[in-house]
């Protein structure tokens, strides 16, 4: 188990003095990543006006400016209290990439898996659309019978149904895709494409390597993506295919434009990503495109996952299935094999600051939690 993470000062001198590491920071790549979320809200203003002066001067901020941007249009507020004395309210960072993987125009030996694209009879319902209704929380996702939204099928069903497939790959490589969220698509003959997130079945995520464990299969901490590869291909298709079925969430791709990595693929929030300043959250208690600042621990150039001490801000872009609660993020490293690898070895405690517009810090000065969502 990873070292528990140091303590931030108790009596600061200034607000940005209870960031562990603020000082040493330089938030260039935030800072991008800030001015594409500052395109976003610029949609709507209306919607997003507490953003509105960090971003009309974000874009003026020149070479080693980030840091000093950030301290005079943000006010950091903790999302939970540090307390040394009790480690589980660290949080938790984990990671994912966009893959590249190989893919046929039509079936083919060993690529037998179909990437569908969204189909027409998958509805979601927003909450913020029927908030004069009640609803609240989460999107949900469904099918139209009889007048009555019920669930959508599981993964079983859907690929027993069939569907418009976009490409084929290999059914360890798809899953995988869609763990992801998005990827890259290599046909035969050399062309690329963006396979990026159209939405997804509605029904809960089910982690394949917590099963592989839970059967004494696979041994804590030894679940990566490499090891529930090899299983798979040592269990056989029929095996294979009963385990991922296990997990009944289902996701659906479009293609997108561009194949360049710089910018990555469009989160949630609608900005591209940027690789290791881009941060998956949950949405209901984080707003996105809010700066967070993290303290954790991330691999060191030996490649042990038990990492080094580190401390980076990311803006929230993004959102994930297994991304619930304020203390949970999860850090886009980018596309390829090597940002694989190392997302496969980040699984860290993890302590968060949201840096606030100071317009919103003010509003909500003693309230102890992170404004609402506002875009």
Same mark, same amino acid.
């Given at each position: 188990?990873?070292?528990?993470?140091?303590?931030?000062?108790?009596?600061?001198?200034?607000?940005?003095?209870?960031?562990?590491?603020?000082?040493?920071?330089?938030?260039?790549?935030?800072?991008?990543?800030?001015?594409?979320?500052?395109?976003?809200?610029?949609?709507?203003?209306?919607?997003?006006?507490?953003?509105?002066?960090?971003?009309?001067?974000?874009?003026?901020?020149?070479?080693?400016?980030?840091?000093?941007?950030?301290?005079?249009?943000?006010?950091?507020?903790?999302?939970?209290?540090?307390?040394?004395?009790?480690?589980?309210?660290?949080?938790?960072?984990?990671?994912?990439?966009?893959?590249?993987?190989?893919?046929?125009?039509?079936?083919?030996?060993?690529?037998?898996?179909?990437?569908?694209?969204?189909?027409?009879?998958?509805?979601?319902?927003? *909450?913020?659309?029927? +908030?004069?209704? =009640?609803?609240?929380?989460?999107?949900?996702?469904?099918?139209? !019978? &009889?007048?009555? /939204? #019920?669930?959508?099928?599981?993964?079983?069903?859907?690929?027993?149904?069939?569907?418009?497939?976009?490409?084929?790959?290999?059914?360890?490589?798809?899953?995988?895709?869609?763990?992801?969220?998005?990827?890259?698509?290599?046909?035969?003959?050399?062309?690329?494409?963006?396979?990026?997130?159209?939405?997804?079945?509605?029904?809960?995520?089910?982690?394949?390597?917590?099963?592989?464990?839970?059967?004494?299969?696979?041994?804590?901490?030894?679940?990566?993506?490499?090891?529930?590869?090899?299983?798979?291909?040592?269990?056989?298709?029929?095996?294979?295919?009963?385990?991922?079925?296990?997990?009944?969430?289902?996701?659906?791709?479009?293609?997108?434009?561009?194949?360049?990595?710089? *910018?990555?693929?469009? +989160?949630?929030? =609608?900005?591209?990503?940027?690789?290791?300043?881009?941060?998956? !959250? &949950?949405?209901? /208690? #984080?707003?996105?495109?809010?700066?967070?600042?993290?303290?954790?621990?991330?691999?060191?150039?030996?490649?042990?996952?038990?990492?080094?001490?580190?401390?980076?801000?990311?803006?929230?872009?993004?959102?994930?299935?297994?991304?619930?609660?304020?203390?949970?993020?999860?850090?886009?490293?980018?596309?390829?094999?090597?940002?694989?690898?190392?997302?496969?070895?980040?699984?860290?405690?993890?302590?968060?600051?949201?840096?606030?517009?100071?317009?919103?810090?003010?509003?909500?000065?003693?309230?102890?939690?992170?404004?609402?969502?506002?875009?």
């Amino acid at each position: 188990m990873a070292p528990p993470l140091a303590p931030a000062k108790e009596k600061p001198s200034s607000a940005f003095d209870a960031l562990p590491g603020w000082k040493q920071s330089d938030p260039a790549l935030a800072l991008q990543a800030f001015r594409r979320s500052c395109a976003v809200f610029a949609r709507n203003w209306s919607a997003a006006e507490q953003w509105r002066t960090a971003c009309e001067h974000a874009s003026a901020v020149g070479k080693g400016g980030a840091r000093a941007f950030f301290e005079r249009y943000f006010q950091p507020q903790p999302l939970l209290a540090p307390d040394p004395d009790n480690a589980s309210r660290d949080g938790l960072l984990t990671a994912y990439y966009e893959p590249e993987i190989p893919v046929r125009a039509t079936p083919a030996p060993g690529f037998d898996a179909p990437i569908y694209a969204r189909p027409p009879d998958l509805v979601t319902v927003g *909450p913020k659309r029927f +908030g004069a209704t =009640g609803l609240q929380g989460r999107k949900i996702m469904g099918r139209v !019978v &009889d007048g009555q /939204l #019920v669930p959508y099928f599981t993964r079983a069903q859907i690929l027993h149904r069939g569907g418009a497939a976009l490409a084929w790959g290999r059914p360890a490589d798809v899953f995988f895709l869609q763990i992801q969220g998005s990827g890259r698509l290599r046909f035969a003959d050399g062309r690329v494409v963006r396979a990026a997130f159209a939405g997804h079945n509605g029904l809960p995520y089910t982690s394949i390597g917590r099963l592989l464990i839970k059967r004494g299969a696979l041994a804590p901490g030894k679940a990566g993506k490499a090891a529930i590869e090899q299983w798979l291909r040592a269990a056989g298709p029929q095996k294979a295919a009963q385990l991922m079925n296990r997990n009944q969430r289902y996701v659906f791709f479009k293609i997108q434009p561009g194949t360049d990595p710089q *910018p990555g693929p469009v +989160g949630t929030q =609608g900005a591209p990503l940027t690789p290791r300043a881009s941060l998956a !959250v &949950d949405p209901r /208690l #984080v707003p996105l495109g809010s700066p967070i600042w993290v303290q954790t621990r991330l691999p060191g150039p030996d490649g042990d996952w038990r990492g080094v001490p580190a401390q980076f801000l990311a803006i929230a872009q993004d959102t994930g299935g297994a991304i619930n609660g304020k203390m949970r993020g999860d850090l886009f490293l980018g596309s390829g094999d090597a940002a694989g690898r190392e997302a496969g070895m980040i699984r860290h405690k993890a302590r968060w600051w949201v840096l606030m517009p100071k317009p919103a810090a003010k509003a909500s000065a003693g309230a102890g939690t992170a404004p609402g969502p506002q875009s």
